[in-house]
């Protein structure tokens, strides 16, 4: 269960946050737990966070290592500050700041050679559901920005499946839409890297999960957990989402 802050919290609040919401999964022993804040409170939220279950990740790096690339943070910087994880592909990130699937593929490499675990974000746009072109988007994301990789940088990764149209919009893929994004992404998995690794992938579902839908979702053996937005922001509903 990883929840996304996007540009949400400065380092006090992030503490506060943690004071929270640990108290609130101490007992979550079922699924690993990841928070990933703007890269200005993965200090805090490391010292919060020590000692306990809960990750603290990125919501992106660069590609090289150091040099003069302005404002840009790279893996062994976000490693160093003692995150684990880091998100790479968002649909944000995408349609803001033009990420494309090589990039994405960039991003992704730099992060295992940095040892961090990235979750690799794929999704449709509304149009394209509409158009009928959702698995060939999904296919076209899977074989520009993670194919590439080789079986073992493979096994290392989550995948998340997020529908644009469903983030942050309150319009949540229904548990069965979900499952069948997620079957075309497993097969993909499997086709390109065997049956066996088609099975282990795990694969988040993103898209305005809520504690009131969350179970409902997670009912679907595809879905193996959920990338969260908005309703991660506060202590109490993110906690009652890992503990669904
Ligand atoms: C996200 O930011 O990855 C996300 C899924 O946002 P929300 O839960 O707010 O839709």
């Known amino acids: 269960m990883a929840g996304n802050w996007k540009m949400y919290k400065t380092p006090a609040e992030t503490k506060a946050f943690f004071d929270a919401f640990l108290q609130l999964v101490a007992e979550a022993k079922h699924c690993e737990i990841a928070i990933c804040p703007p ?15 809960v990750g603290v990740g990125a919501q992106n790096l660069y590609w090289k290592n150091e040099g003069a690339f302005t404002g840009e943070v790279s893996g062994p910087m976000i490693k160093a500050s003692g995150a684990a994880w880091v998100i790479i592909g968002h649909s944000e990130r995408r349609q803001y ?15 295992l050679a940095a040892g961090l675990k990235p979750i690799v974000c794929v999704g449709e746009r509304l149009e394209e559901r509409e158009a009928g072109r959702t698995d060939a988007v999904l ?7 993670i194919a590439p990789l080789d079986a073992d940088a493979f096994a290392k990764i989550v995948i998340a499946y997020e ?31 065997g049956a066996v690794a088609g099975a282990a992938i795990r694969i988040l579902y993103g898209g305005s999960v809520k504690p009131d839908n969350v179970k409902g979702l997670m009912a679907q053996p595809e879905i193996d957990g959920a990338l969260v937005g908005g ?5 109490a ?8």
């Not at 200005?40 to 020590?50: L, Y």
């Not at 309703?231 to 202590?235: G, N, P, Q, V, Y």
Request: no cysteine; net charge neutral; proline share 2%.
């Open 97 to 111: 700041f033009g990420e494309t699937d090589a990039t994405v593929l960039e991003r992704t490499k730099a992060a």
């Open 231 to 235: 309703a991660s922001l506060e202590a």
């Open 139 to 145: 296919a076209e994301q899977f074989n520009g920005g």
């Open 39 to 53: 890269f200005v409170n993965i200090h805090a939220a490391v010292e919060a966070s020590r000692g306990t279950r």
């Open 163 to 193: 529908p644009v149209w469903a983030i942050g919009t309150g319009r949540t893929a229904t548990p069965e839409m979900a499952a069948d994004a997620h079957r075309v992404l497993r097969g993909l998995v499997s086709a390109k890297y």
């Open 237 to 244: 509903s993110f906690a009652s989402i890992v503990n669904f």
